[in-house]
């Protein structure tokens, strides 16, 4: 099941097909922020579920009907075996990776999730995965803008987080670049570089670029080409430079995607 709630606009939907009164236009939502989010139950002790919750995933934002229809539409009668979890700094910002991802590969991933915190170094994402056990047996993609990375830190995080799998489906995305400071050539670009080269030589079948195909997304404006010219995504797929935008998550994730089903996973 999965449903939105918005202002005069509630939908839900059960096994793919919309609920028999979809959408109700004419409810009240709260005005105050909501402090308790009831899963199972109304809390009155009348209106329960007779039966488990395996689990629970909330979007705080609403959701279209191909989104609600794609995220709980039944593949058949064996349950998906897997589950993707996505581990970074502020590329993962929003929601828009996180729910195309679980909608394009919907087919054959139970479940998406997410933890991106800005600013955060891989040794920071490390210590935060070493905490989530119950993301072991998940696909890890690991996100990373790489602002506050090192090679030596690279090389101490990223064999600790794959050792605690429990299995060898896992990817590093390549991070995109910052202007002015990552730019080809810069001191802060040899420290990526030097990264990229590491995780190229050891683990080759996981790293996954992504800086050459998001440049042939360039609009031929000024500003894209010399963000190309410079060794950068193109300004038209980000919001500053660096972080992609509405475009730029969507190809960011076609190319996760293209990567996962790539593997047969």
Do not use: C
């Not at 955060?120 to 905490?131: D, E, K, P």
């Not at 995080?157 to 990817?171: F, G, K, M």
């Amino acid at each position: 099941m999965a449903a939105s709630a918005s202002a005069n606009d509630f939908r839900s939907y059960h096994d793919g097909l919309p609920a028999t009164n979809n959408p109700d236009t004419a409810g009240t939502f709260f005005t105050a922020p909501i402090a308790k989010l009831a899963i199972g139950g109304r809390g009155d002790g009348i209106n329960n579920l007779e039966g488990h919750v395996k689990e629970v995933f909330y979007f705080p934002s609403a959701s279209t009907n191909d989104e609600l229809a794609a995220l709980n539409t039944p593949v058949g009668p064996v349950e998906k075996a897997q589950s993707i979890h996505l581990l970074g700094d502020s590329f993962l910002n929003g929601e828009g990776i996180l729910l195309k991802i679980a909608r394009d590969l919907n087919n054959k991933v139970r479940s998406v999730s997410k933890d991106g915190v800005g600013g955060s170094s891989l040794g920071a994402q490390r210590t935060r995965f070493n905490a989530t056990p119950w993301y072991y047996d998940h696909i890890l993609i690991i996100v990373d803008g790489g602002l506050s990375d090192s090679l030596a830190t690279a090389q101490s995080a990223i064999p600790e987080e794959i050792s605690r799998l429990t299995h060898d489906r896992w990817l590093y995305i390549e991070n995109g670049y910052s202007p002015g400071i990552d730019e080809t050539g810069m001191p802060e670009r040899l420290v990526q570089d030097s990264i990229h080269e590491w995780l190229i030589a050891t683990y080759p079948t996981h790293y996954v670029p992504t800086l050459a195909i998001m440049q042939t997304y360039s609009d031929g404006s000024p500003s894209d080409v010399a963000a190309v010219a410079a060794g950068l995504w193109p300004t038209s797929q980000t919001t500053d430079g660096l972080h992609p935008g509405g475009t730029g998550q969507i190809h960011l994730s076609e190319i996760i995607i293209d990567a996962v089903n790539a593997r047969g996973w």
